[in-house]
């Protein structure tokens, strides 16, 4: 297929989003987009490459779905409201389905309220090039709490995360959550409605709990002890350096100062407290026995394909 | 090298880029940055892939340069300001450069006005894998032109183009103008300042003059006439398929209603008159002969690589 043929294709939309979306107000077709936004921005760009992010044979709406929601996640991870996304496809020559792949990128883009606004399409000819999918979205902030950052985080706030975790990625199957979680936006609004300012700091689980508290612990200056027997697993008897380093869990890991609601009413999605912000460095686990494990290094170097739990 | 290692790297510049760029409220670190805009904003993905946008064993700094680039030219073609830059990058395992690489975007970034405010690494171990860049670009519009489009010219305005076309690429070398261009954002600027209004449609030449003329006569329901004898060409002599054909030039296309200034006073590069918009549809050259012929598809196909001159 010629790019002429896939860009009419995908300027053929262009006319749904300007009635859909108020907040475009040019969409694909000219050498840029135009969005309103408040001031400030959220961005946020991710990546998914096949072999690395997915198997082969993984359902190519699952793949779309995949791109995009990571990077919402992220907008949700800050608080925000997802605004309109941009995508990038480096295909492998001969590449069949770039409309399909484009289409179910598009509809899941809109699907979270973000509207493909802008692509490119390029193609590789190396042989063995594999597909990479490149997303990048635009959100606006919380408009009283304003963007949630991964520092802020104060000793003796609790520590949380929504839903479960663990157990992300089916390894018979390659299929799982890490294909079909969804990004926590409405518990992430909840949170910033609900707690406003005592609500310190956030981020998304994506390279695993242990890997992630000890960025949030960083970007913080602070420490973070977890609890064994606190953790919300996503199946009964999980081990829990599992559920700490498995990673692709899409959940919000938060400090929080004072009470915190058992779960997000709209969704009913759990809010369980899973530790303790303390002074000091790192990320740590107590264990039900009582011994205590550096969790910092535990889950995914992701980018760089290393698990090192 | 870890993905830790290397954000840890890029994290380092957070600090100076707050300092030094006062739309940056929050730098990389977090899950989402934080860019101060006016409302609406340019929106713009460019993707650069090894073997298809530059040759192996081009420098480094120059792979970096034309990726950030490629996406400002589409900024200045809009109009308007860049303001940040995201950038994603799929690397070939064991690459042994992506400190350098990262640095060199992030110089290149902020040279331009737009830096670097989050990142994305992933690598790729199938056997080769190319190196994949993809930059995505926020701008904001004019303040009173605002965003200028493809659509909007009419029958009876001049098509112009600023500095030089054709010749962009050395296919001794592999070297050339397509590496080291300089994104047209003084010259925009100028034209809305100047034309305001007048200044009714623009686009950038990435594809080559043929193909993009057809693309903004098509956005702006018009045809566009050259004229051989008034393309500036980039060295005397060149065959004029190559000049409408090459491609990579990176200049502004635009069409204007009224009287245009011969050069920019701030850069010198001349802003030149290559035709005319008239009712009907498609781009077409009349040569020195007197023959005209249809110059739509003259150019590249890019992403898919397929040159059709």
Known sequence: ???SELLKHIYG???KLLSQFSQVLVGPGHDCAVVASGSPVLLKIDQLVAGRHYRDGTPLDLVARKAIARAVSDIAASGGTPLAALAGATLPDAYPNANELFDAMARWAEHFGC??????IATSSAPGSPLVLSVSIIGSPHASRGPVLRSGAQPGDGVFV????????DPTTGLGPHLTFEPRLVEAKFLCDTLGPRL?????????????????????GVAIELKESALPLR???????A???DGEDYELLFAAAGEVPPRCPATGTPLT?????KAGSGASIVLRDGTRVDVSALGWDHGMGAQTA
Do not use: K, N, Q, Y
Request: glycine share 20%; proline share 5%.
């Open 13 to 15: 939309r262009s006319a």
């Open 115 to 120: 509207p493909l606004v802008g692509g490119d």
């Open 273 to 277: 407290r899973i530790g303790t912000v």
């Open 200 to 220: 310190r700091a956030m981020m998304d689980v994506s390279d695993g709990l242990g890997r992630d508290a000890g960025r949030l612990a960083s970007m913080s």
């Open 235 to 241: 199946t009964p008897g999980l081990p829990w350096r």
């Open 162 to 169: 929504t839903g479960a975790v663990g157990g992300s990625f």
């Open 1 to 3: 297929m010629r790019e």
């Open 243 to 245: 559920a700490v380093g």
